[in-house]
């Protein structure tokens, strides 16, 4: 059956935009949507933003594959970034803004029993939890809340959820959207099109007068008191199993959310280049799909600036990125990514080994470097509420799921941090964790992250599995 | 005959049990007993045990006359009661059954196209259908996404004078619109509370949208609420009529399960007019379900059934090396997809079973998979019915689809074309595989690709747990076809060896091939009792539950003593687990 809106001719108001193609979007807007409050002095909005790469990077390994593989990845040395400790490397991309990174080597994450390498790294990363059944592999869970879901329970405004988004073409290994949980295996939705993403941040339809939005308001309005009444209605049930009556509280909790929803918008010329360029975002194509990521950062910068949320999360491709075949420096489409970080022609180890895959995989982790400095520059362009920018007041992460590809390490898995969150964190340096060797750490930096953006009054060693190592890592901390 | 158990044998479930337990945590066990090496008896060589021979004096039975004795006989009645396992009472639309609805609620010949503004359900690991009840749920996200589809669906409507007309009379009639679209949205006639709210609402209409009359937009907007209210969203079961020990169901939630299960739509007009006058009871269920089994709409379930069973997205990935292949299709996988799609609609419309859909020779070809298949090329580019070579193709498992998809750019892949019929068609429950397995290595001169993987998976622990009784033994038989599904005869120069012994019903069974594994497959109790459970899945929304064994036994009985697909969910849809929910839930057990 063909849908309608396959049929219908697109909107004419697109052919206006035929010159926008591929201009990404200008943000001056996000002072203009600052709430008025939030631009008094000692409003604290401290958030974190989370872009997670999967697959590992291409750092100093051994590979059945390659062989001895070179560092590629992180700096040549602890301590101070330079230009020169950064060149050649694919944090190089970043060097513009070397003094707000903290670079951390020494992120340890825990060897649950989770029975795949990915399912270890991906569900671990943003909730450092056991598995809810272990050695399920891509059938996995994950035991416990996100950091994410945690900030946004804890520091959103009515406890209003933290903004999660995905790109690149759904289903796969783990089915999709996976790093974001409710619960102990309560697996979050993911925003998928950045235009509805944007959308639904600023609940309603594009292009209308101050009149037609007031309009629109009121049969908001209307609809939600129904809707309401029939929900409450709908919980005094006796019969509700606890799980029934979990749901609705969830569905009623929305209702009341999109009452207070975000009451400024994108200029109408901004709005129609980020409508055009959305539709990629389903892609297989890396091009498209990292385009579709600095869309989602632009929404979550959005986001943050204007105090709807303290905490986004940004996920490209499935579990294993399995789907999506990044471009070459030629402009080829590579192999897909799961095999080049496999080093092979398939998603295991069968396959006929890639001869240049890890100088692939390096291209690929500059991808994501040039895409997470796409958000840092967003949130540098936003004044801040005390001098500085906007990144200054919180902290953008760009995260990993695995250390490496063909072994899904889970030692020295890539973290990186840009912006001090209020001077909370280090800033301008590589820092090696301390401990010994393969000593999880990863635990600890997901509590000390979350208690500098303001969890249980700042100072949360009670976030992850409660069986491992919590406390912060005062390295980290400044101060 | 020994009774029907549950379909692995003991010694299989067992093995089963310590790799859920992770092969990569267990101590090789050197006394563990492996598969019988030696070949049974087969006095009328036919490559196949004679278990006469074995079991002097049993009764074989073998209705299909293929030398292979039928699953054990026994009348359905020895499975036991069957009870409604606990399920939730709020069953949210997927976005498919919500496209589904919305074109249904208002007679459109396509679909809005309009769930594109809901974001990605979460997806749990482990359910493999796009339904599981407990997971879908409505957050700011969704709801966002709902209301903005549900105003472009009120849009839509109000502003196309014939589809309008066609839930409303002219000049609209408050009271009586609301009433008729509510019994259709809300699957259950309005209740007086709910016919207030919306005539509230519909009075709202005429400020909301100014621009038109006041009654059109006090249509506008009640649609637009009906399409967010909790009753349309969810499929709402408030039943608490105990009878004895479980809890009956109302006509009108019989109705929406029915439709739902059968459709992926709400009920139609004759459905819920059988609700209204007390029918959906006994052998009035069995007559809706099988006048609904003859719409499109059950085709269209059924093979969105499928195609998530199968892992018909893999086929979006299938590209053999052109090195290797160079007169491979270019859209191989697309015309795979396009294959299996007629061929199941084929079977399914026409009285097929499971029996038939691992064993049938019948399939549907264009002219590059004709090529394939070694078969006369329709012509003409379109697809059309051939026959197939019963002895190298038998079933849809030795069709392009399977083999292609699990299959690397240049070789078959036996690990997971074995790891598919063991846990999709078998339901055994594998563990993943270790981390850090070590790479296959490359194919060695004076080797074939089943040597390389025997080499490589059965030599050592822990990779030999899983892959020497389970994982191979399922997958080498298909090794005759290459990463197109094409046939082969010789592997690096040296001939193909397909002769395995799988683990199905009472023991290790030796199959010359993939064809014989098709037959062994539909004459076994465990894959006939895996596909009602799949099908009971994806009905109920869950996962299988400790209540459902019996029910699952008696599908699968039904199956294997050769029912259509359509006549299994019959006995599905009229079965006491989905009629009636259990009465433990009112005693706080559902939690």
């Known amino acids: 059956m063909k849908a309608i809106n396959q049929i219908k001719t697109k909107m004419n108001r697109r052919l206006v935009l035929k010159g926008f193609g591929g201009v990404a979007l200008a943000l001056p807007f996000l002072e203009g949507l600052m709430p008025k409050q939030a631009r008094a002095q000692g409003i604290d909005r401290r958030f974190a933003i989370f872009f997670r790469q999967a697959n590992g990077c291409a750092q100093a390994q051994v590979t059945g594959e390659i062989g001895s593989e070179p560092e590629r990845f992180y700096p040549r040395d602890a301590g101070a ?50 598995p809810l059944v272990p050695f399920a592999g891509g059938d996995s869970e994950a035991g416990g809340e996100s950091l994410d879901h945690r900030i946004g329970r804890e520091l959103n405004s009515d406890g209003r959820e933290s903004l999660v988004m995905f790109a690149g073409q759904g289903g796969g290994w783990l089915n999709g959207p996976c790093i974001s949980y409710r619960g102990p295996g309560q697996r979050r939705t993911a925003l998928h099109n950045p235009w509805i993403a944007y959308q639904n941040l600023v609940g309603s339809q594009q292009g209308l007068s101050d009149e037609a939005q007031t309009q629109i308001a009121l049969r908001g309005r209307s609809v939600n008191d129904l809707v309401r009444e029939q929900l409450q209605r709908l919980k005094t049930r006796p019969e509700l199993s606890s799980a029934d009556r979990a749901r609705l509280s969830l569905h ?63 996920q490209i491709g499935v579990g294993n990125d399995g789907n999506t075949r990044y471009r070459n420096s030629d402009g080829s489409s590579m192999e897909n990514y799961h095999f080049i970080s496999h080093r092979r022609l398939s998603h295991d180890s069968a396959g006929a080994v890639i001869g240049n895959a890890d100088v692939l995989h390096h291209t690929i982790d500059r991808q994501f470097a040039r895409t997470f400095k796409h958000l840092i520059e967003r949130l540098e362009a936003v004044p801040g509420i005390n001098g500085g920018t906007l990144l200054d007041e919180g902290m953008a992460v760009w995260y990993n799921d695995n250390s490496t590809g063909p072994q899904h390490g889970i030692a020295n898995v890539p973290w990186i941090i840009a912006g001090s969150c209020g001077g909370r964190i280090e800033q301008g340096q590589m820092l090696r964790l301390p401990g010994a060797a393969n000593e999880p750490t990863h635990r600890r930096l997901l509590n000390t992250i979350g ?27 400044i101060g | 005959m020994t009774q029907w158990t549950r379909a692995i044998p003991i010694a299989a479930f067992l093995m089963a049990s310590q790799w859920m337990a992770g092969c990569e945590q267990k101590t090789p066990d050197p006394a563990r007993p492996r598969a019988p090496q030696a070949r049974p008896a087969d006095g009328d060589g036919d490559g196949i045990p004679d278990r006469d021979d074995a079991t002097p004096g049993d009764v074989i039975v073998d209705h299909d006359g293929d030398g292979r004795p039928d699953v054990d006989p026994l009348e359905p009645e020895t499975f036991g009661p069957e009870t ?70 009120a849009e839509l409507v109000t502003t196309n004078a014939t589809l309008l007309a066609g839930v409303a009379s002219v000049p609209i009639d408050a009271n009586a619109f609301i009433r008729a679209l509510g019994l259709r949205a809300h699957r259950r006639p309005l209740s007086e509370e709910d016919v207030a709210l919306y005539q509230t609402v519909f009075a709202a209409g005429a400020a909301a949208y100014p621009g038109v009359d006041a009654t059109t937009g006090g249509a506008r907007l009640v649609i637009e609420a009906m399409l967010q209210s909790p009753f349309f969203l969810y499929r709402v079961e408030l039943t608490t009529d105990v009878a004895g020990e479980i809890i009956r169901l109302d006509p009108y939630e019989t109705a929406a399960r029915l439709s739902y299960a059968l459709w992926g739509s709400m009920p139609d007009d004759e459905l819920l007019a059988a609700a209204a006058q007390g029918l959906l009871v006994g052998e009035g269920v069995e007559a809706q379900a099988r006048r609904m089994l003859e719409d499109d709409k059950a085709t269209s379930s059924m093979l969105a059934f499928h195609q998530q069973l199968l892992e018909a997205e893999k086929l979006s990935g299938v590209a053999p090396a052109p090195a290797f292949f160079p007169n491979a299709p270019a859209e191989l996988g697309a015309l795979a997809r396009q294959e299996n799609d007629l061929f199941l609609a084929d079977l399914f419309t026409t009285g097929g079973g499971l029996g038939d859909m691992l064993t049938s020779t019948r399939t549907f070809v264009n002219d590059e998979l004709a090529a394939i298949y070694g078969v006369e090329p329709p012509g003409g580019g379109a697809f059309a019915p051939v026959e197939l070579d019963p002895t190298v193709r038998r079933g849809i498992l030795t069709h392009v689809a399977f083999l292609a998809q699990n299959a690397t750019s240049v070789d078959p892949d036996p690990i997971h074309r074995g790891v598919f019929i063991a846990r999709r068609m078998a339901c055994m429950p594998l563990s993943a595989p270790p981390a850090n397995i070590p790479p296959l290595p490359p194919t060695q001169d004076l080797q074939t690709n089943r040597e390389r993987v025997e080499q490589h998976t059965q030599t050592s622990e822990p990779c030999v747990q899983c892959h020497l009784d389970i994982i191979n033994p399922f997958g080498f038989p298909y090794e005759s076809y290459d990463a197109t599904g094409a046939l082969r005869t010789h ?101």
């Open chain 1, 252 to 314: 009623l909790d929305a209702v009341r959310d999109l009452e207070v929803s975000l009451g400024a918008r994108l200029a109408a010329d901004q709005e129609l280049v980020l409508e055009q360029q959305a539709p990629g975002f389903d892609s297989t194509d890396g091009d498209q799909v990292l385009e579709t990521a600095r869309f989602h950062m632009d929404i979550a910068a959005l986001a943050v600036s204007a105090g709807m949320t303290k905490a986004a999360a940004i």
């Open chain 1, 451 to 477: 208690s500098a953006v303001g969890c249980s009054g700042g100072t949360m060693t009670n976030f992850g599995d409660a069986s491992t190592n919590g406390a912060l890592l005062s390295e980290v901390l």
């Open chain 1, 81 to 130: 970034l330079t230009e020169a400790s950064m060149a050649g490397r694919a944090v190089d991309e970043l060097s513009a803004h070397r003094n707000k990174l903290l670079v951390l080597q020494g992120v340890n994450m825990e060897w649950f029993d989770y029975g795949d390498g990915h399912a270890m790294g991906a569900l671990q990363g943003l909730t450092a939890a056991a």
């Open chain 2, 84 to 153: 409604p396992a606990p399920a939730t009472r709020y069953a949210r639309l997927t976005r498919e059954q919500w496209e589904n609805t919305v074109a249904d609620l208002f007679h459109l010949a396509v679909h809005t196209g309009f769930s594109e503004e809901l974001a990605q359900d979460a997806s749990p690991a482990g359910f493999i259908f796009n339904n599981p009840a407990e997971a879908l749920a409505v957050d700011a996200t969704q709801w966002s996404g709902f209301q903005r589809a549900a105003g472009r669906v």
């Open chain 2, 491 to 591: 592997d690096n120069g040296l001939p193909i060896d397909t002769a395995s012994e799988v683990l199905l019903d009472e023991g290790p069974q030796p199959v010359a091939d993939g064809v014989e594994l098709a037959e062994a497959m539909a004459d076994s109790r465990v894959v006939h009792e895996c596909y009602a459970e799949h099908w009971l899945n994806v009905v109920s929304g869950r996962v299988r539950h400790d209540d459902d064994t019996n029910l699952i036994k008696r599908v699968g009985w039904a199956s294997a003593t050769g029912a259509s697909v359509k006549d299994l969910l019959v006995e599905i849809v009229t079965s006491p687990a989905f009629l009636e929910r259990n009465v433990v839930e009112l005693e706080g057990g559902a939690e």
